[in-house]
T-cell receptor, first 115, second 117 residues
C-alpha cells in the first residue's frame, strides 16, 4: 500500500528563518508528487507537481525538490503569511484499480511563522 | 468566480439522519472526487467520477452514495449518519482526458464540515 509520511508534524519559525519540510513516500509507481497548501477552513491549494528525481520547482519563497524516496519543500526567509498546513501527495497510476490512479496524501506539516 | 463550490459549508445533524452534500465545478474538468479529512488532517479518497462514470470506489460504507448528474456536478448522499462520519468532506476536480495519463493537479473546494450529534 502507498504511504506518505511528512515531517515534522509542526514547525514554528521566526520571520526570515529558513527551513525545510520533508515528505517521504513509498509507492509502487509514481506519476507525480504534489505539494498543496491548506489554510484553516479552506481546501488545499495546489503549489507544485514534481515528476522525476532531480526535478526542482520554485514559487516565490518556496522551492520543492524530489529524490527517489522523498521530497523537500524549502522555505526561504518565510513571512507570517506563509503560515499554513503544507500537504504532500503522490499519484500512483497502478492504484485504485484503474489507469487513473489516485492521490495518497500525507498528514501534513503545520507551519507557523512568527513576526 | 468560484472554481469548485460545495454546499453546505457546515452541516450539523443527528445520528441516524440522511443528508446530502452538493459539489459543482466551473473549470470544465472531466473528473471529480470526494475526499474525507479526519481530525488528524489526513485526506483520504472516497470516490472518483470521470465523465459521469465511477472510476474509484474506495472501501467506504454503503451508506455513502455518490451521484454525478453531469460532468460539472458530483453529489454525496449519506444514509443513517453515524458519529464516526463527523469530518470535513472535500470535493475536487481535475482534467483527465488522456485516460489518466495526464498529470493535472486536482483543485479542491473549501469543504463541508459535518458534525453528528
Amino acid at each position: 500500500e502507498d504511504q506518505v509520511t511528512q515531517s515534522p508534524e509542526a514547525l514554528r519559525l521566526q520571520e526570515g528563518e529558513s527551513s525545510s519540510l520533508n515528505c517521504s513516500y513509498t509507492v509502487s509507481g509514481l506519476r507525480g508528487l504534489f505539494w498543496y497548501r491548506q489554510d484553516p477552513g479552506k481546501g488545499p491549494e495546489f503549489l507544485f507537481t514534481l515528476y522525476s528525481a532531480g526535478e526542482e520547482k520554485e514559487k516565490e519563497r518556496l522551492k520543492a525538490t524530489l529524490t527517489k524516496k522523498e521530497s523537500f519543500l524549502h522555505i526561504t526567509a518565510p513571512k507570517p503569511e506563509d503560515s499554513a498546513t503544507y500537504l504532500c501527495a503522490v499519484r500512483n497510476p497502478n492504484a485504485g484499480g484503474t489507469s487513473y490512479g489516485k492521490l495518497t496524501f500525507g498528514q501534513g506539516t503545520i507551519l507557523t511563522v512568527h513576526p | 468566480d468560484t472554481a469548485v463550490s460545495q454546499t453546505p459549508k457546515y452541516l450539523v445533524t443527528q445520528m441516524g439522519n440522511d443528508k446530502s452534500i452538493k459539489c459543482e465545478q466551473n473549470l470544465g474538468h472531466d473528473t471529480m472526487y470526494w475526499y474525507k479529512q479526519d481530525s488528524k488532517k489526513f485526506l483520504k479518497i472516497m470516490f472518483s467520477y470521470n465523465n459521469k462514470e465511477l472510476i474509484i470506489n474506495e472501501t467506504v460504507p454503503n451508506r455513502f452514495s455518490p451521484k454525478s448528474p453531469d460532468k460539472a456536478h458530483l453529489n454525496l448522499h449519506i444514509n443513517s449518519l453515524e458519529l464516526g462520519d463527523s469530518a470535513v468532506y472535500f470535493c475536487a476536480s481535475s482534467q483527465d482526458t488522456t485516460g489518466g495519463r495526464s498529470n493535472q493537479p486536482q483543485h479542491f473546494g473549501d469543504g463541508t464540515r459535518l458534525s453528528i450529534l
